[in-house]
């Protein structure tokens, strides 16, 4: 098995399964790491090397150990409630949002929603959120008008890999370019 397919398995039960190999969080995302070794190891080749390789190469950092590193956490994109202790953090002005076009009806009538996971994830720049959106097909990019959404009394934080996290962007805050002036 390959590195990048025990990096997705670890993914999967730090953010949403981790009843599948028999380990829990704690309220805030942290799992012991000796537990998710053995657990994960039953199925994927996992010691202490390869679980700080995987921390330290993943490209979206979306991991983290504690400082004596027995314990580990997802840094986002949860969908179980954990409260991963963000910070509320006053964002630009403008963020972006990258999703698949076939998405585009839902989110021009409902907004932007948190589907499965505790929060919106948002974009500081543009080539971001458009990576994002290729991940489900042809990729929209919205706009989001992070400043006045924040003025206007709705909370941002930020993760410790750069992600930016609400609850709910209504479709007012919301800005869909155009194939034209995004460049897809």
């Known amino acids: 098995m390959s590195l990048q397919s025990t990096s997705k398995y670890m993914s999967l039960i730090l953010r949403h399964k981790p009843e599948v190999i028999g380990i829990t969080l704690d309220e805030h995302g942290w799992a012991n ?7 994960i190891n039953r ?9 700080e390789q995987i921390v330290r190469d993943d490209g979206k950092q979306r991991y983290s150990f504690n400082e004596d590193k027995t314990l580990i956490r997802a840094n986002q994109g949860h969908s179980i409630p954990v409260d991963v202790e963000l910070e509320e953090v006053e964002p630009p002005e403008i963020l972006y949002h990258g999703t698949g ?4 009806d839902s989110i021009d009538m409902q907004g932007l929603l948190p589907k499965t996971r505790l929060y919106v994830h948002l ?4 080539d971001t959120a458009k990576k994002v959106g290729q991940r489900h097909g ?4 919205y706009r ?3 400043g ?8 941002f934080y930020r993760s410790v890999n750069g ?3 609400t609850k709910f962007v209504p479709v007012k805050y919301l800005e869909k370019l155009s194939t034209k002036e995004s460049g897809v």
């Open 138 to 141: 042809k990729p929209t990019i």
């Open 148 to 155: 006045k959404m924040y003025k206007e009394g709705i909370l």
């Open 144 to 146: 989001v008008l992070s």
């Open 101 to 104: 076009e076939k998405y585009t």
């Open 163 to 165: 992600i930016w996290l």
């Open 33 to 39: 790491v000796d537990e998710l070794i053995e657990g």
């Open 43 to 51: 199925t994927h080749p996992l010691t202490m090397e390869i679980l």
């Open 123 to 126: 974009s500081g720049d543009y």
